[in-house]
């Protein structure tokens, strides 16, 4: 099994940030690997909502099954996913408040990986903190951007 725990402290505040991580369809802007997400089942994203994610690992082009499995509205999003090289796995993105204009980003990711890829499962903690850290760097990038763009301080 593996476990990935990264955070960066983002100068936004927490619900900026938070629409953001929120818009499920728009992660491929900011995700590596990710290179679509649509939502299966109807309304907002909440408690039970459904996505499939067209991911790219190692190279290889699979669909992932993502489920909203935990929703604190504005704090954190819990999904379990399987498919691909996952097994099992899940991963949330939490966000909080660090005064009025920033906030810390923690995402923590762990599974089990199928097949020959789970021999890599030692090599995950390393590799995902630095993928994750890049991530979160695209993502504040873009929010920056969107930031400009709107006008925003």
Do not use: K
Not at 88 to 102: F, K, L, T
Not at 124 to 138: C, F, K
């Amino acid at each position: 099994m593996f476990h990935v725990v990264q955070r960066r402290t983002m100068p936004y505040p927490s619900d900026t940030v938070w629409r953001h991580l929120i818009d499920f369809p728009n992660i491929p802007t900011w995700e590596d690997g990710v290179l679509e997400v649509r939502q299966t089942s109807p309304g907002p994203p909440g408690l039970g909502t459904e996505f499939v994610a067209r991911r790219r690992y190692a190279g290889r082009e699979t669909h992932v099954v993502c489920r909203i499995v935990d929703w604190q509205e504005g704090r954190s999003a819990t999904l379990a996913l399987d498919g691909g090289p996952l097994r099992s796995a899940s991963a949330c993105y939490a966000v909080e408040a660090r005064g009025a204009d920033a906030c810390e980003v923690t995402y923590t990711g762990s599974g089990d990986l199928v097949g020959p890829v789970r021999l890599l499962t030692p090599l995950i903690g390393s590799m995902g903190r630095r993928q994750i850290a890049a991530n979160l760097a695209h993502l504040e990038r873009l929010i920056a951007a969107d930031s400009d763009r709107d006008g925003v301080a």
